[in-house]
């Protein structure tokens, strides 16, 4: 994994910006999943190979997964969200989270099989018992480990694409076969993508989501052009300290923050790494034309109104 899908990892673990990439996916923005409602569970997936000479087990890991349990309409509503963060395309990603997904269903059914405890009565009859009642199962149940009443609990994989390349990779399973006949594809179940990538991202849509995760996109999206004008707008000027965090690795901002907690004043850190930078360049210049450090010491505090302790600890890595 690398540091963008890290840091991405890392970010999006945050309900807050969780819940809020999954509005924008499923709803438009709306605020229908809470963060409060989110609960983290084990990313780690069990593959089990079938056949004869099968090898062992494969352990497969998601980046994210979390549980959404709510009440809508005075029903419970129970499921299961998982994120795939992307830096570079995936061009096989359909069969991965194809396979995640349906890993989870199989643990569904095992974790259903194993809840029940197999008795059989004076007739012979097979039937499960759990702590209040017993529950009889037909053959065909007990041979499922599942029973015709049981449900799966719904899951839906997003992939988070932290890329300003427009996604050019398959978006669902038929795009990756090579099929001629229609007829025949009908028969073939396919396994779309749900993307979320700043490049498909419409200019007026950023405003679907309601954390900072908005604004994370937009820079992704122009960051190859547009990204200071972005950060110094009114409209973006105070930005959570996760967001901008994230930002300064994953766009290579080149910011500084203080350690106090709190938002940031993006219009201020970046008028602090500008003036980094010309200051760094003087100095450069000056060596370049032979000035000692005291002369160019003297010359910075005069040209850029700055301390000699911040001239100095500028001088120093150029000496490194």
């Known amino acids: 994994m690398g540091l963008i899908d890290i840091e991405g990892k890392n970010y999006l673990s945050n309900n807050d910006f969780f819940a809020d990439a999954f509005n924008f996916l499923l709803y438009s923005g709306r605020q229908v999943i809470k963060p409060e409602n989110l609960h983290e569970l084990d990313t780690t997936q069990i593959a089990i190979p079938y056949g004869k000479g099968a090898r062992v087990p494969t352990q497969k890991y998601r980046d994210l997964l979390k549980l959404w349990s709510a009440m809508m309409d005075d029903k419970a509503v129970y499921l299961m969200l998982g994120a795939e963060l992307q830096d570079k395309i995936h061009y096989a990603i359909p069969v991965k989270n194809g396979l995640y997904d349906m890993l989870g269903y199989a643990r569904q059914v095992e974790e259903a099989r194993r809840s029940y405890r197999k008795k059989e009565n004076d007739n012979g009859e097979m039937f499960v018992e759990d702590d209040t009642l017993k529950i009889k199962l037909t053959s065909e149940e007990f041979l499922s480990g599942f029973r015709k009443e049981d449900k799966l609990m719904p899951i ?16 669902s399973l038929h795009d990756m076969l090579k099929v001629e006949d229609k007829e025949l594809l009908k028969f073939i179940p396919n396994y779309p993508i749900n993307l979320i990538a700043p490049a498909n991202i419409d200019d007026n849509d950023f405003d679907k989501f309601h954390t900072g995760l908005g604004l994370a996109m937009k820079v992704l999206k122009y960051q190859n052009s547009t990204v200071d004008q972005i950060l110094t707008s009114d409209e973006h000027k105070i930005v959570d300290r996760n967001t901008a965090v994230f930002l300064n690795k994953v766009a290579n901002l080149g910011l500084e923050f203080d350690d106090e907690e709190g938002d940031v004043n993006m219009n201020a850190v970046m008028e602090k790494r500008d003036k980094k930078n010309e200051v760094n360049g003087a100095i450069q210049g000056m060596r370049i034309a032979g000035m000692s450090d005291s002369e160019i010491i003297a010359k910075v505090i005069e040209n850029f109104n700055v301390t000699k302790e911040y001239v100095l600890s500028l001088l120093s890595p150029q000496k490194a």
């Open 156 to 171: 839906i994989t997003a992939v988070v694409y932290l890329s300003p390349e427009p996604w050019d990779g398959p978006l």
